[in-house]
């Protein structure tokens, strides 16, 4: 579990402050993530959440003490933004980027406990799918719906993706699942973090792509 | 029709050699073309075509004597590279490129020739479908070939895309139809020459992505 483990996210403190340093060092490492989905079709994916994660890290950099957290980040920015925000800046970056974090924390977990289409077992399309309806489907006019139903092809088999997030290591697919779950416990926990700033901080938009 | 007789392409001479830094001068303004079309469905294609523009711009100008013409590169590429080539460096980037020109010069010969579904008269997935079919359609697998399905229902009106390419300048369609025709003077012969040195040299490869 190469790419999953070795780059695990950092358990959050009580208050759920989460540093934006350590954050962008745990995300950076996932758009490799869809590499391991195989298929190129999934390159302008990559391309998308790495253009988020360049944005709040360009953010960051102009003022480190300022955009310690990201809860500071986005207090700033409102301050800054007026009436465009939250529709500006970083604050919709992260407002996109934790999209794509909540799909894939719902496809691993859903892989992790299991789920599975009983006449296709070695597909994961059923958790794909899972996923995607929760995470990101309401963002989504019917084109690009269907432009994703068209893409959900390319998905690989179940036991390609596990061998490709484990880059290569001989691991039994019971390895692969227990390490998938300790990497949820930080990783759903941020995720969840986020979702939780946006609403306390009525930073959230519906508008769809 | 701002976009595309601002930056004509530059006559051939005699020889049919294509300048390298005219080419790439004119073609750096195609990507824009994309805009024109509107929706942001065609993002991941401007990525790709810029893409390629990039390769050839980066091998150019680590020598610009060497890589003078077209010709000259993909001669110097075929040493260079071995049995690698053609599938290697600016050879392959001009391969894929040389198809989204061929796809943008018979979309726009057939608008030009008043190619039009009769039923949709202000639809342009007729054309749209006609220079995918000849430019691409063989190069695509069957789940991008569905992708590009999807992608043509976010199509524009033809003409909201004829007041895309004079960017915003009045001009009767009749205009816009004459500076198409003229642009095609240029655009075809260099697009043709392309494919033409493509097949002498036996370049061309039918993989497909
Ligand atoms: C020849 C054939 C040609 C056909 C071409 C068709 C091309 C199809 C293009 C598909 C779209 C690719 C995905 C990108 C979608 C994006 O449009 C959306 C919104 O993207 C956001 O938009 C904002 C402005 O509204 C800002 O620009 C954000 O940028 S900002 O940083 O500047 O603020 C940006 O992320 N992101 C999304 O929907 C996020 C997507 C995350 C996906 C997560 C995993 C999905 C896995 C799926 C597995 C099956
Ligand atoms: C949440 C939902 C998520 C769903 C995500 C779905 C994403 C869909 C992705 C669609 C693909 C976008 C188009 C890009 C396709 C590319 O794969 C191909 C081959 O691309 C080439 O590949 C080579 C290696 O084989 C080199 O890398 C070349 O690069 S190199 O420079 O390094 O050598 C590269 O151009 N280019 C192409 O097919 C060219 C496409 C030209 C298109 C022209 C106009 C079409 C207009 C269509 C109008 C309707």
Same mark, same amino acid.
């Given at each position: ?79 800054? %933004?007026? @009436?465009?925000?939250? *529709? ?12 794509? $974090?909540?799909? #894939? ?51 690989? %088999?179940? @036991?390609?993706?596990? *061998? ?12 692969? $699942?227990?390490? #998938? ?29």
């Amino acid at each position: 579990m190469a790419i999953l483990l070795e780059n695990q996210f950092s358990e959050l403190p009580n208050t759920n402050e989460i540093s934006t340093k350590s954050f962008l060092e745990s995300v950076s490492h996932l758009p490799s993530f869809f590499d391991s989905l195989g298929f190129k079709v999934f390159a302008p994916i990559k391309a998308d959440i790495n253009g988020n994660i360049t944005k709040i890290q360009a953010v960051y950099d102009s003022d480190p003490v300022k955009y310690e957290t990201l809860q500071k980040m986005l207090e700033a920015e409102k301050t800054m %933004y007026g @009436s465009e925000w939250p *529709k500006a800046g970083a604050t919709l970056a992260l407002m996109w980027l934790k999209r794509g $974090l909540r799909f #894939i924390q719902i496809l691993l977990q859903s892989l992790a406990d299991g789920e599975r289409d009983e006449n296709n077992p070695n597909h994961i399309r059923v958790n794909i799918n899972k996923a995607y309806e929760q995470a990101l489907k309401k963002y989504h006019g019917w084109i690009v719906q269907k432009i994703f139903k068209a893409a959900l092809l390319a998905a690989p %088999y179940r @036991s390609d993706f596990l *061998k490709g997030l484990s880059k290569g290591q001989v691991v039994t697919e019971e390895d692969c $699942l227990a390490d #998938i779950r300790q990497f949820l416990v930080n990783f759903s926990a941020t995720v969840d973090a986020i979702y939780e700033m946006y609403t306390v901080m009525n930073a959230e938009l519906d508008y769809m792509v």
